[in-house]
């Protein structure tokens, strides 16, 4: 499924015309916690500018913005928010794609570790988000 979405997003971007302004930026992180061990992952934003702004006008863009983790605990999480936007309103996806193993060691200070349960959390979802903006009057 990831690839599919992975393809879809690289098929839409080579797309899009050339002449436009594209803005392109990936950050590359490290992190480290406890629960999870040491974490590599990567943000990354896209934005194509589908008309160019005016003085008294934005133009209409569309942004894609992503990020994925992976844990040397086998934890990994993958998002994506592609974003269309006009002057007058704005539509967004979030699509996430979770599997992130885990030890859960029961409840109370008194837990014993040697009865812990491994399970794994898996999650996918898909939101959608539609903002309009509010008009403004002209009359002064």
Not at 17 to 26: C, D, E, Y
Not at 39 to 51: N, T, W
Not at 123 to 135: D, G
Request: proline letters at 6%; charged letters at 15%.
């Amino acid at each position: 499924m990831k690839h599919r979405i992975l393809t879809l997003l690289l098929m839409l971007t080579a797309c899009l015309p050339l002449l436009a302004q594209n803005t392109f930026s990936a950050y590359p992180y490290l992190a480290y916690s406890g629960e999870t061990n040491l974490m590599v992952g990567a943000f990354s934003f896209f934005r194509h500018e589908l008309d160019p702004p005016s003085p008294f006008q934005r133009g209409r863009d569309l942004s894609v913005l992503g990020n994925t983790i992976y844990s040397l605990n086998n934890q990994f999480l993958f998002v994506v928010i592609p974003q269309y936007r006009t002057e007058n309103w704005k539509l967004a996806w979030s699509l996430i794609f979770q599997d992130w193993p885990d030890t859960y060691y029961g409840t109370g200070n008194f837990t014993d570790a040697d009865h812990a349960e491994d399970f794994t959390s898996r999650r996918y979802a898909v939101e959608t988000q539609i903002e309009v903006a509010p008009q403004v009057s002209a009359d002064l």
